[in-house]
């Protein structure tokens, strides 16, 4: 696993290891971490006269680059459109053959199926950082359940972030939290029934383990349907697939 911990392990966690290991972690990224954040890449101009060459010191997998030259530069904004990154360092012969396109292609599908995977946890409907029990996905479903005038110690303590105690929908939540999108970064920093709860980026937009995000994801919503007899989620696939475009990974470690 490569930029991140293992997250909260669901109950019946049944994947195959060797297929939550990430491809960004096996034999054919021999540079790891600093094949996509410390790439180097020679700028020419259109008359193939030198303008730059980059070493990778912005420490950026996807940096933006200038519109007048292509040197790379950090985006201008926390995130910036993904239309204005450089995925050049993600396409090598190792990588993602292709070209940088067939990158590009990887990282929106994978981050998409991610997001897809979040909105079932929870989506912030009003964008106001609660869990309201009007917003959508399952745990808005049990801040409900606590609010209702006829609510059990369970159905709160499930949520209560006011104390020590690891629950499934605890545990689901502290998942979507590793596996934050920069689109929905809300899972961030956010509050449920008046406690708050944070953390920080780790998942690099689904990049650093895709394939061990959506095993944790995908049986976060599981536990969350079985344990707390919430109603089927929508669009629940607990195959993992590479996204179009992602390179198998070798067998070698």
């Known amino acids: 696993m490569i930029g991140q911990n293992i ?12 297929q939550i ?3 960004h972690g096996s034999a054919a990224n021999a540079r790891l971490c600093a094949t996509c954040h410390v790439a180097f890449t020679t700028i020419t101009d259109a008359n193939g006269v030198l303008i730059q060459n980059s070493v990778g010191h912005l420490f950026e997998a996807i940096p933006c680059t200038k ?9 201008a904004t926390a995130t910036g459109p993904d239309t204005m990154h450089s995925f050049v360092a993600c396409s090598n012969s190792t990588c993602h053959i292709g070209g940088p396109s067939v ?23 009003n964008a106001n950082g609660v869990i309201d029990s009007t917003d959508g996905g399952l745990i808005p479903q049990l801040v409900a359940r606590a609010q209702r005038a006829t609510a059990t110690a ?3 303590a499930a949520i209560n972030f006011g104390s020590n105690v690891t629950t499934v929908a605890k545990g689901a939540l502290f998942n ?3 596996a934050a999108t920069d689109n929905r970064a ?3 920093s956010g509050t449920v029934l008046g406690k708050s709860f944070a953390t920080h980026m780790a998942s690099g937009n689904g990049v650093h383990n895709p394939f061990l995000l959506v095993a944790l994801l995908t049986s976060s919503i599981d536990a969350l349907h079985t344990t707390y007899a919430l109603p089927a989620p929508p669009r629940l696939n607990v195959q993992m697939t590479a996204p179009p475009g992602v390179r198998m990974r070798l067998s070698q470690r």
């Open 7 to 18: 997250g909260w392990i669901p109950p019946n966690f049944a994947y195959d290891t060797n």
């Open 21 to 23: 290991v990430s491809s």
């Open 67 to 75: 519109a007048s030259n292509g040197v790379p530069v950090p985006c």
């Open 103 to 125: 990158a590009r292609n990887a990282y929106l599908a994978t981050k998409g199926n991610i997001d897809n995977l979040l909105d079932q946890i929870w989506t912030d409907a």
């Open 154 to 156: 369970a159905d709160t």
């Open 176 to 178: 979507a939290a590793l």
């Open 186 to 188: 809300y899972f961030l």
